[in-house]
């Protein structure tokens, strides 16, 4: 039986959630969330609730679930989830991650998040507020706004935090971290990377609405953003493709592929942004597009035998591939476990796959550098998972962070979602100022506007091909405001960001 989101008032949510915050609700004796609560024994079980059990969710609860308790689970599609329902018939199942919080918050010791990438953020900030440990899946967040947020609210509420892209736990990026710092390929000023995704469809026309099954509440899968009418396109999976849902190929891998750039650079906000694509549509994300992140010069970091000059950051995907660089061993695929990063150095050129895999350098030199980085073991097969569950146990004063901590993710995650405004801005034709500090673009005027296409109806009538592409005309100052800090849909309401 479907239930009927109506029945859970905004209020009685909030008002939870509000008690909670003001310390009124006894939490439970488990929790560790850096506001003078007990600190678990590493043998204490936490007891988990997993929002968003269909695909990625599973297996993220599958690698706690041989330590922790799942207490509860929830999904908006009870068809696509039955099975992970029916494989932990312990766990309380909801429809409703707000009414699971409400019923449930004095119970639950942490939250996994692996719902579509737009929900991410109200339920893992809402979390947060609730004193909760959170893993959420990557993108991080859909906008910039959020991942400041999320990056702030972990701090003041001192939560243990860990963003699902578990090639940050893995070998490839400490390595890379390594050999960046000490000095083997010297100053880099230009990075590549890329992915062969999308592998759903995008560059698509809104389909028309469909009755919804049975087994889905669609207005809940909506959540936040605006309501449009159903077709089974959209979820499971391919919500991927939609802005409204998801971040395109750039969200689904750059979190994987772009994390060692970041890290190993000492990456923070981008100042310069701009993009091209294939067809750029008013709602799906273009089957190919090529971004540009420019960063200022950072400071060293301690160690470091290398200057962090400004760095421009190359994305691309749909199937295109940055050139070859000089050298490149002919018959050597660039493509490595879905995508690839080339740093172009002065004095060599390292290359590394997806998740950071397998970095070599072009000279074909091995370097042997000092391990300053920690390992986290079984990074690929649960340990980036348990390695979270491990921090949740310790007190927020000793707390060894968790490899993708929000105070890192949240920041990478900007840089991530970012190329989602340059891309949809590209009509500008200019190249984005951005002030990171304000979260806003500085050279978008109020009175300039862009075109995007609503939908291609390329027809063949009689033999003659017909090309019909409507536009629409958006001011442009608006839409990037809207795209950096989404507006919510009632009954969707984000914490206040913390000063
Ligand atoms: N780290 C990785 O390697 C990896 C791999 C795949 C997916 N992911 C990430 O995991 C997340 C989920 O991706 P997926 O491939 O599993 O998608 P999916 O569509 O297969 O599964 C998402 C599940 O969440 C449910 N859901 C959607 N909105 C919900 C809501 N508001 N409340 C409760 N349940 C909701 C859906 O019904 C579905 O069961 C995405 O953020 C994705 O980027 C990460």
């Known amino acids: 039986m479907k239930e009927n989101s109506k029945h859970i008032t905004r209020r009685t949510f909030l008002g939870t959630t ?43 609860l599958k690698n706690v679930s041989g330590t922790e308790n799942i207490v509860a689970l929830c999904d908006v599609d009870w068809g696509y989830a039955k099975r992970v329902f029916a494989a932990n018939p312990k766990a309380k199942p909801y429809w409703d991650w707000r009414k699971m919080y409400d019923e449930m918050g004095k119970s639950i010791d942490a939250v996994i998040t692996a719902t579509a990438d737009h929900s991410h953020a109200v339920i893992t900030a809402n979390a947060i507020t609730m004193g909760k440990h959170v893993y959420t899946q990557k993108p991080l967040t859909h906008t910039v706004y959020e991942s400041r947020l999320l990056t702030k609210l972990a701090a003041q509420y001192k939560v243990a935090t860990q963003m699902g892209n578990q090639g940050s736990s893995g070998e490839g990026v400490n390595q890379t971290i390594e050999w960046m710092q000490n000095g083997e390929i010297g100053e880099v000023k230009r990075v590549e990377a890329f992915t062969d995704r999308p592998i759903w469809p995008q560059g698509l026309n809104v389909p028309k609405g469909e009755w919804v099954p049975d087994t889905l509440n669609w207005d809940l899968f909506i959540g936040p953003t605006k309501m ?16 409204d849902f998801g971040t ?9 592929i772009m994390h060692p750039i970041f890290k190993s650079l000492k990456l923070g906000y981008p100042i310069h942004a701009q993009a ?56 050597k695929n660039m493509n490595d476990a879905g995508g690839g990063v080339i740093f172009h150095g002065e004095k060599d ?28 073991e079984n990074a690929m ?43 949809r801005l590209q009509g500008l034709n200019k190249v984005l100022d951005w002030d990171g500090q304000k979260m806003e673009f500085t050279n978008i005027g109020p009175d300039e506007s862009v075109r995007l296409t609503i939908s ?44």
């Open 18 to 60: 509000g008690a909670v915050a003001a310390g009124l609700t006894i939490l439970p004796s488990s929790v560790v969330s850096g506001l003078g609560r007990k600190t678990p024994a590493p043998s204490d079980k936490l007891n988990i609730a997993v929002v968003g059990i269909g695909g990625m969710g599973n297996t993220n």
């Open 228 to 243: 449009r009418p159903y077709n089974s396109i959209y979820t499971p999976w391919n919500w991927r493709g939609w802005w």
């Open 248 to 256: 395109g190929a750039l969200g689904d891998m750059a979190c994987h």
């Open 276 to 331: 091209s694509s294939t067809l750029l549509l008013t709602d799906c994300a273009p089957n190919a597009q090529m971004v540009t992140l420019t960063f200022p010069e950072r400071v060293a970091p301690k160690g470091s035998k290398v200057k962090y000059p400004q760095v421009e950051v190359v994305w691309y995907d749909g199937g295109l591939q940055p050139p070859k660089p000089v050298g490149w061993p002919a018959g």
């Open 349 to 376: 050129t390292l290359i590394c796959g997806c998740y950071g895999k397998d970095p070599w350098l072009l000279s074909g030199r091995k370097p042997v550098v000092p391990k300053t980085e920690r390992r986290v």
């Open 381 to 423: 097969n649960g340990g980036h998972e348990m390695d979270w569950v491990r921090a949740c146990k310790e007190s927020p004063e000793s707390r060894v962070k968790t490899k993708s901590d929000f105070s890192e993710a949240g920041p990478f995650n900007e840089m991530v979602v970012m190329g989602v405004p340059a891309v």
């Open 456 to 499: 291609d109806n390329f027809t063949i009538v009689d033999g003659d091909p017909k090309f019909n592409r409507p536009d629409i005309k958006l001011n442009a100052k608006e839409f990037a405001a809207d795209m950096v800090k989404h507006t919510y849909r009632s009954g969707f309401t984000l914490p206040d960001m913390p000063a």
